[in-house]
């Protein structure tokens, strides 16, 4: 009920009665909530003892590993040096988490209408009939195709107003239970995946931390939505499509980790090899025109980490 009331209120607050686009500070204000959000929650849940990975079995130790690569950069199958420290493991688990919203939310703008969110399953959902359909239309014409998915989830989402006709009315109802359902499901993955073994809950807390978990999953949800309704165009970037990424400090896609004190290290960051993205890069193209679609703003910078001596 909580989550349910939180997700109305992201609604409302983002509806106007008029499809006009939110202040790029606003939405780079929403987006730094769920990074300081997603942090928060992991450095609470996250274990403090890394040797208890070491101790896992071998199948959930793959398991691990197979997840850590989406944002980690391994060495030989296992975590670089630097990442052994009692503050290791609530990076591994807030980039494993920042990765699981952002790729499920900012990759696709159908997400919602998925069936499933399983790792190992095959499914021809309405959500990968669209994105196929999107990415085709997308090489035939860029600006119409962004107008189509734009005007599409308009038309799945219609905004709240007096005047509304009933149809509208259950239309958006749907799509919001949709989207609550599909949030909660992920939620409840994540929380039962590999990243499970970065947790340390007691039996007492483990409603309070459920509960917030899937907030941050639903919120993050109803923010990717609303952006998915506008005429621009988001690009979500992870390891995967970065490669084998180098930092500098002058770059604006990049930050790096607190942790890792720039200030104290003065000269010595740029050009050293990222070994985690611990948040994803969050690029926004074109205009709400449906314009310039060769030119992108960052809506939100990729958060990363990488081994400096004396830095834990």
């Known amino acids: 009920m909580i989550i349910r009331k939180q997700q109305e209120a992201s609604f409302k607050q983002m509806d106007s009665g008029r499809w006009i686009p939110r202040e790029d500070s606003k939405v780079m204000g929403d987006l730094s909530r769920i990074r300081r959000d997603v942090k928060n929650w992991a450095k609470v849940i996250a274990i403090k003892d890394m040797s208890k990975i070491q101790q896992l079995g071998i199948s959930d130790k793959d398991d691990l590993m197979k997840a850590l690569a989406h944002v980690v950069i391994l060495e030989d199958g ?6 052994s ?26 997400f919602f209408l998925q069936r499933d969110f399983g790792y190992n399953s095959e499914n ?17 014409n860029q600006e119409d195709a962004h107008l189509w998915r734009s005007k599409t989830l ?27 359902e599909v949030s909660s499901q992920a939620a409840s993955r994540f929380a039962a995946g590999p990243a499970r073994h970065f947790m340390a809950v007691d039996a007492g807390d483990r409603t309070n931390y459920r509960t917030k978990l899937e907030s941050i999953y639903q919120e993050a949800a109803t923010i990717s939505v609303n952006l998915w309704t506008r005429r621009t165009f988001m690009k979500c970037t992870t390891l995967e499509e970065m490669r084998s990424p180098i930092f500098d400090p002058d770059s ?13 290290h003065e000269g010595r960051l740029k050009g050293q090899p990222i070994s985690v993205i611990v948040h994803p890069l969050l690029e926004v193209l074109g205009t709400d025109e449906a314009k310039d679609y060769d030119q992108a703003r960052v809506w939100a910078t990729a958060e990363v980490w990488f081994a400096v001596e004396n830095q834990m």
Not at 92 to 98: E, G, I, Q, V, Y
Not at 154 to 166: E, K, Y
């Open 85 to 110: 420290t009692h503050k290791s493991s609530s990076i591994l688990l807030n980039a494993l988490l920042a990765h699981d919203i952002f790729a499920k939310f900012f990759h696709s703008p159908f």
């Open 78 to 83: 296992e975590l670089p040096q630097g990442l």
């Open 154 to 180: 308009r038309l799945l989402l219609p905004l709240s107003r007096l005047g509304n006709h009933d149809e509208e009315r259950v239309m958006r109802s749907w799509t919001e239970s949709r989207i609550a």
């Open 252 to 264: 604006p896609h990049l930050v790096a980790h607190s942790i890792i004190h720039p200030d104290d």
């Open 124 to 140: 021809f959902s309405a959500a990968n009939e669209l994105s196929d359909l999107y990415r085709m239309l997308q090489e035939s």
